[in-house]
């Protein structure tokens, strides 16, 4: 196995709208991550990886960039960001950032000239006359992730323009040469500026099939066969590969729908190599049919089958991120654990997770525990993709309104969205001003501040864990994948075995039973030392709920 300083990371991931309000205007902000670096510094990470901070009207948070080169206003200045990356590198910790670059604004310059029609511009956007007589129907009968058709007319130009996400968020075109060298340009200022890589945003969309064709007729994401990926897709990538290679820096990539198969196409390791790791989706379907508002109760052996595919898949010639939360997933406590047994299951969750191959990732207020938030009715929602997944429901007409309201508000990407949990004062010790957004009335208990104290907290076991992770990295970060008791849907047990003949044996119960711990007691090998687990104590003759535990082999001398 291939070694590389990206492969080693902890990243920690901040959407700035919710991290910290450093100015007390009730919004996340720059001032506020300067304040936070040296508590991020204190979890172990090695890395920061920043939904985008771009000028943006917000249609998608930021997702929806009207100026690549421009900090929000909300979170500061370019001078505010510059301090914030030099002090992540004094504190020995990379910058990542998003590159959204499937699609932009549309307040964005290039759109507002393409609409207009400027020569210049004119082909940096995915427009098409409309069809039939009157020229009033789309182009083709593509759908949006977001709900609704994947066009858009425009009446100043009088065509259409796709949009695979948002009305607001127009797909540029990667076929025009001009929009690649842009795109080149943009990664080259941030690169240039000391940013030390991008995750990029769903960027095995940027290729669609040339003529656009009709999607076969499914209800979601109509077209997608044409684009995720298109034909052009490896090409495309190559370039932006080569000014990633001329800073050395990383690239991940977001690919929904991925496979390991397919994914390799992308992230094996040699001359063609585009990516140096994705985001895949599989293991978020743990507790639901493809999309988290048709939930299904946490199923343990769905996870292990995936975890198992891309780890045995990729090993020993492409890389992956483990990741169980980011600013699109609910909780995962609230997930794959129980609300109830919070600081447990929280435990047993990053414990199985932490010690796979791959790059790992924490989201902010995972550490800490946090859980999904209790909407109470639609009006206390406001993604646009809740309102997606609330309209395709309706229009099966096999739900009610209560069921179609309480799997939104389980699925809904809000749920990560509501600001971090600092401390019990007022405002969570997020903003002494009003919150932007609903703070989770249970900050009173669920709080940072609160975990710093208790030495048996999620935050500190996430701390105890983080650097296992780097000391026994021979195994938990490059070593060779071997699970046990597949079979179980309440144990998962596994091994990693570093070529240095070093062992680390993770074993959970990831259940909310007790279970028998008979057979995980003949795999665990004599002499074997418990490092880190849910509980006090080492492996009894019964597993209680969630109780994880770590255990190390030194290398073979
Ligand atoms: C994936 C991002 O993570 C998500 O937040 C966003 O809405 C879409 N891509 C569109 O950019
Ligand atoms: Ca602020």
């Known amino acids: 196995m291939k070694k590389a300083w990206y492969k080693e990371l902890s990243v920690y991931q901040i959407w700035p709208r919710s991290f910290c309000d450093g100015n007390g205007d009730g919004i996340g902000d720059l001032k506020g991550v300067l304040g936070k670096l040296d508590y991020i510094k204190s979890l172990g990470v090695d890395a920061i990886w920043f939904s985008p901070l771009y000028a943006s009207p917000q249609k998608d948070f930021g997702y929806d960039i009207s100026d690549y080169r421009a900090i929000n206003p909300d979170y500061g200045t370019m001078e505010d960001f510059k301090a914030v990356l030099d002090g992540a590198h004094e504190r020995g910790m990379k910058v990542i950032m998003d590159l959204v670059i499937n699609h932009t604004?549309?307040?964005?310059?290039?759109?507002?000239?393409?609409?207009?029609?400027?020569?210049?511009?004119?082909?940096?956007?995915?427009?098409?006359?409309?069809?039939?007589?009157?020229?009033?129907?789309?182009?083709?009968?593509?759908?949006?992730?977001?709900?609704?058709?994947?066009?858009?007319?425009?009446?100043?130009?009088?065509?259409?323009?796709?949009?695979?996400?948002?009305?607001?968020?127009?797909?540029?075109?990667?076929?025009?040469?001009?929009?690649?060298?842009?795109?080149?340009?943009?990664?080259?200022?941030?690169?240039?500026?000391?940013?030390?890589?991008?995750?990029?945003?769903?960027?095995?969309?940027?290729?669609?099939?040339?003529?656009?064709?009709n999607g076969f007729p499914i209800p979601i994401m109509r077209g997608q066969e044409h684009y995720s990926p298109g034909p052009n897709i490896h090409k495309y990538l190559l370039e932006y590969r080569k000014v990633a290679e001329e800073f050395g820096a990383v690239q991940i990539g977001e690919a929904p729908m991925m496979t390991p198969k397919n994914a390799l196409k992308y992230i094996t390791e040699g001359k063609d190599q585009q990516l140096d790791m994705m985001f895949q989706f599989q293991h978020m379907s743990a507790d639901c049919i493809v999309v988290s508002y048709l939930p299904t109760g946490f199923k343990l052996r769905k996870l292990k089958r995936v975890f198992r595919r891309w780890q045995n898949k990729l090993y020993g010639i492409a890389w992956n991120t483990n990741y169980m939360e980011n600013h699109d997933q609910p909780r995962v406590i609230s997930r794959f654990g129980s609300e109830e047994m919070r600081t447990e299951s929280g435990k047993a969750i990053a414990t199985i997770y932490t010690f796979l191959s791959g790059t790992h990732f924490v989201y902010q207020g995972q550490e800490i525990g946090m859980l999904n938030y209790p909407f109470k009715s639609w009006d206390d929602i406001i993604d646009v993709a809740s309102y997606c997944g609330k309209s395709m429901m309706e229009k099966t007409h096999l739900f009610s309104k209560k069921t179609i309201f309480r799997n939104c508000a389980y699925a809904s990407r809000d749920n990560a969205r509501t600001p971090v949990q600092w401390s019990a004062e007022e405002g969570a010790g997020f903003t002494t001003g009003t919150p932007w957004f609903h703070i989770n009335p249970n900050y009173t208990e669920i709080n940072a501040a609160a975990e710093e104290k208790d030495p048996n907290s999620l935050l500190n076991y996430y701390r105890k864990i983080i650097a296992l992770r780097k000391e026994y990295k021979e195994a938990a970060v490059y070593g060779r994948y071997k699970e046990y008791l597949k079979g179980s849907g309440k144990l998962y047990v596994y091994e990693k075995i570093g070529e240095d003949g070093s062992r680390l044996f993770v074993v959970a119960n990831m259940s909310g039973k007790k279970a028998s711990a008979a057979k995980v007691r003949r795999i665990i090998p004599e002499g074997a030392r418990r490092v880190a687990g849910t509980y006090d104590g080492s492996l009894a003759d019964f597993m209680r709920p969630y109780e994880a535990h770590v255990f190390v082999v030194a290398p073979e001398k």
């Open 105 to 213: 604004s549309d307040q964005h310059e290039w759109f507002k000239k393409s609409a207009a029609g400027d020569p210049k511009y004119k082909d940096y956007y995915i427009w098409r006359p409309g069809k039939g007589k009157d020229g009033k129907r789309p182009p083709n009968n593509w759908m949006a992730t977001f709900p609704g058709p994947g066009w858009q007319f425009n009446e100043e130009r009088g065509e259409y323009y796709l949009h695979l996400f948002a009305v607001e968020q127009p797909d540029l075109n990667h076929d025009n040469p001009a929009v690649r060298e842009e795109v080149k340009d943009i990664m080259r200022f941030w690169l240039g500026m000391g940013v030390d890589g991008f995750r990029e945003d769903v960027i095995t969309y940027i290729s669609k099939r040339e003529g656009l064709p």
